[in-house]
């Protein structure tokens, strides 16, 4: 029995924030970032204590993970499926409804010492497996091969379940929910960076006429890369202090070098949209070793790998993808202003400043400091100079 279309109305009669999930999702996720980030530096200097049930870097790590992260999956997800499906994108009513419960998560989170945890979990947990739910319906409907994208939707869903499962005082190992959500993003930062960054590549290179610098087409290297991966990944979700899991990582992050690589991202630097892809994939290559190598010489700070992978890849990624996503589907061109360079600069310098701020000469919370402030500097930016484009009409005037 084929699965009916959701209803769907006259786009052109719904205010443009209504129209396709990028838009709510994009300036909401970059607006909790910008929020977690500031609360988070205020905590850290003592001017703060927040009202929520989770300990302060647990609800920070909670919030950066399944919160902003949760909501660009869900605006990247909301924009791809119907170009992977070729059925109706999610509007109106039905996309408000989905956006709402994330924004009720997200309060009930920060305010769980008062609303309570139990609350908090269910409406978090909740929104996930409604993303999960409405994705599936969508790519079974039309039979599209990118079901596995969605079921790492579930897993993430599930990971969220277990984090506040041990929030809540379940006997769950430490740890291992957050670390679970951690590395699915990663898993998918590989297979969909892997591409769309190629892919964007290699376009832009034919436009300049040089044929000769092409990417290598994705191949047995590109899976064998993402299987290492992605089994290095697991063997720390479940084995964080195991040294084989430190060289698992090492010879992950060497395999992900190569591969970025073979991408010809040199051959891009005058096109910021292109080349920015290709400096945020590196963050995972560097985290990666970094991660592994904190794991066979205990000296070396976790932390940095974490970040690397986190601050860095996650969120350079993130920020470029909404970016380009964000002047395309509102009918812009594609082509970073200053702007928008700004905006990569900003995460760049942060992300830097938080991985090596343990080995610089300097004071130590100053510089975790001054990588916040850069860092939620690039979401400022952002919301200030997208928020407008994901908030009204496209100048051509199609929904």
């Known amino acids: 029995m084929p699965i009916p279309r959701i209803p769907h109305p006259n786009p052109m009669a719904l205010p443009p924030i209504l129209r396709a999930g990028f838009r709510p999702f994009f300036l909401g996720g970059a607006l909790w970032a910008l929020a977690v980030v500031l609360l988070w530096v205020c905590t850290l200097s003592g001017a703060l204590t927040l009202p929520t049930a989770f300990e302060p870097l647990a609800w920070h790590r909670h919030e950066m993970l399944f919160g902003y992260l949760g909501a660009v999956i869900a605006g990247f997800l909301m924009t791809a499926i119907p170009n992977w499906t070729g059925r109706l994108p999610l509007a109106g009513a039905p996309l408000a409804g989905l956006a709402g419960l994330w924004l009720a998560a997200r309060l009930a989170l920060l305010f769980s010492s008062i609303v309570g945890p139990t609350l908090a979990a269910v409406l978090d947990v909740g929104f996930l497996f409604v993303l999960f739910a409405v994705c599936a319906r969508e790519v079974l409907a039309a039979k599209n091969r990118n079901l596995p994208i969605v079921i790492v939707i579930l897993l993430f869903a599930i990971a969220n379940a277990v984090d506040h499962a041990e929030a809540l005082g379940a006997q769950v190992a430490p740890g291992l929910g957050w670390r679970s959500g951690f590395a699915l993003v990663l898993v998918l930062v590989t297979l969909i960076g892997g591409r769309i960054i ?131 589907h509102t009918g812009r061109t594609l082509r970073a202003d200053g702007w928008t360079v700004a905006i990569y600069a900003l995460v760049t310098m942060g992300a830097g400043l938080r991985v090596f701020a343990p080995f610089l000469p300097f004071d130590y919370m100053g510089l975790i400091e001054l990588a916040g402030l850069s860092w939620g500097g690039a979401f400022l930016l952002f919301a200030l100079t997208y928020g407008p484009k994901l908030l009204g009409a496209r100048p051509d005037g199609k929904p």
Request: charged letters at 10%; hydrophobic letters at 55%; aromatic letters at 6%.
């Open 198 to 328: 190629p892919s964007f590549t290699r376009n832009w290179l034919m436009k300049q006429g040089r044929a000769d610098r092409l990417p290598n087409q994705p191949g047995r290297f590109d899976k064998v890369t993402i299987a290492v991966t992605a089994g290095a990944l697991l063997a720390w979700v479940v084995a964080p202090d195991r040294s084989s899991a430190g060289i698992l990582l090492l010879i992950a992050g060497l395999l992900q070098a190569v591969r970025l690589a073979r991408w010809s991202g040199l051959g891009t630097v005058r096109d910021p949209l292109v080349f920015v892809l290709h400096l945020a994939y590196a963050w995972l290559p560097a985290g990666l070793l970094l991660l592994g190598a904190s794991l066979l010489w205990p000296q070396l700070p976790a932390t940095s790998g974490l970040h690397s992978l986190a601050a860095g890849a996650m969120a350079s990624m993130t920020l470029a993808v909404m970016t380009r996503a964000t002047l395309g």
